[in-house]
T-cell receptor
């Protein structure tokens, strides 16, 4: 069964700290992995998309890495700010026969304290 | 359109009524997904379309739920004889192809009284 796990479920840090969110998946046959942010009561906003052939992607203070062979991805947030407080979701697009299957982790709820 | 559009944004209905939720994907996107998110919970997969066909319906919770997609574009999720446990945010997402990444709409907040 294709599963995606995110650890920790919740994280609270002081402003300015660098932090790492973790995502693991059970099957290395993937098209890509995508990190999303969800604010309370809102939809999902795409942060970074890493193709299966890539090792990392960067956008501003965010850096996402992908190690397909070990089934792991990390989202690194530098110099965290209170505005970064949100739930971060990892989604893996698995190759399934002639089709695809998108599986989400349950998310990490991040709180950055001023 | 510029993004994935869902309507209505909010829907309040009485238990036992039928509801239809609409999703307009980004133009040209062939893949379309429906998810459900209950308060404080993670995303629950409902159904996936590739073009007009649905290769994966495994997430539909019961036979009261159905979905269709026409013209490879607009999709409608129908819930018949709604129950209170159907109350949730229903999210739609689309992508151009397997590797292009997913874009979400803002969702429909469904409340069944």
């Amino acid at each position: 069964k294709q599963e995606v796990t995110q650890i920790p479920a919740a994280l609270s840090v002081p402003e300015g700290e660098n932090l790492v969110l973790n995502c693991s998946f059970t099957d290395s046959a993937i098209y890509n992995l995508q990190w999303f942010r969800q604010d309370p009561g809102k939809g999902l906003t795409s942060l970074l998309l890493i193709q299966s052939s890539q090792r990392e992607q960067t956008s501003g203070r965010l850096n996402a890495s992908l190690d397909k062979s070990s089934g792991r991805s990390t989202l690194y947030i530098a110099a965290s700010q209170p505005g970064d407080s949100a739930t971060y979701l990892c989604a893996v697009l698995f190759i399934q026969g002639g089709s695809e299957k998108l599986v989400f982790g349950k998310g990490t709820k991040l709180t950055v304290n001023p | 359109g510029a993004g994935v559009s869902q309507s209505p944004s909010n829907k309040v209905t009485e238990k036992g009524k039928d509801v239809e939720l609409r999703c307009d994907p980004i133009s040209g996107h062939t893949a379309l997904y429906w998810y459900r998110q209950s308060l404080g919970q993670g995303l629950e997969f409902l159904i996936y379309f590739q073009g007009n066909s649905a290769p994966d319906k495994s997430g539909l919770p019961s036979d009261r739920f159905s979905a269709e997609r026409t013209g490879g574009s607009v999709s409608t999720l129908t819930i018949q004889r709604t129950q209170q446990e159907d109350s949730a945010v229903y999210l739609c997402a689309s992508s151009a192809w397997g590797g292009s990444g997913l874009f979400f709409g803002s969702g429909t907040q469904l409340s069944v009284l």
